[in-house]
């Protein structure tokens, strides 16, 4: 009889000893994952265009600041920094952007959980510029290392229609008088 009970104890503390160690490594497999799924949030400021016009030739030049927060626990970048330019027909105007130094082929390194500030520029000449007249929005795009895309909208246009104003509204559930104190016909 003792046999059997101090049996049944040390299968017990075996089947849960494992259960245990099992639990712990699908907690740290769990976590590991959820670190892997941060984002990168990007905060878009100091949005300017300008078209310069010299003779028949057409210049525009945009720029922009972005602020990333890389959410990950490692370090990450976004290569190949774009501004795409969509238009009201849906064609996108793409052009490099660059720094502050004017270099081209911008690579932004983003450490871990921490704000990272860049100033970026770029510039369309003559036909491209002329595209960019009636744009509904622009993104700004980039991918990761692993070649997943990046993309934060910058600026949209959004349409509106505008109706008649109605000269008299109408209520057909009000009532002078019965506002507060209930329907006609209603007293107790």
């Known amino acids: 009889m ?3 009970v101090i049996t049944a104890a040390v299968c017990g503390a075996i089947v849960g ?3 245990a160690i099992v639990g712990v490594l699908a907690g740290m497999r769990v976590e590991r994952r ?9 905060v878009v400021s100091n949005w300017d265009l300008n078209f310069q016009q010299a003779g ?3 210049q ?3 720029s922009f600041d972005v602020d990333l927060f890389n959410e990950q626990p490692f370090a990450t970048g976004i290569r190949d920094v774009r501004v795409v330019f969509v238009r009201d027909d849906g064609e996108e105007v ?13 690579v932004l390194n983003l450490p871990p959980r921490q704000w ?3 100033s970026l520029h770029g510039r369309f000449d003559d036909q491209d510029a002329r595209k960019l007249r009636e744009f509904r929005r622009v993104e700004f795009l980039g991918y ?3 070649g997943r895309e990046f993309r934060q909208r910058v600026i949209g246009r959004k349409d509106f229609t505008v109706r008649r104003k109605k000269l008299f509204s109408r209520r057909k559930d009000y009532q002078p008088g019965t506002m507060w104190r209930g329907t006609p016909g209603d007293e107790d």
Not at 34 to 42: A, M, P, S
Not at 94 to 106: C, P, S
């Open 2 to 4: 003792m046999g059997t």
């Open 17 to 19: 000893g494992l259960l």
């Open 34 to 42: 959820l670190q892997w799924r941060g984002k990168v949030e990007c």
């Open 56 to 58: 028949s030739l057409s």
């Open 60 to 62: 525009a030049m945009c």
């Open 94 to 106: 793409t052009g490099t952007l660059r720094d502050v130094l004017l270099r081209e082929g911008v």
């Open 116 to 118: 990272f500030h860049a």
């Open 144 to 146: 990761f290392p692993d």
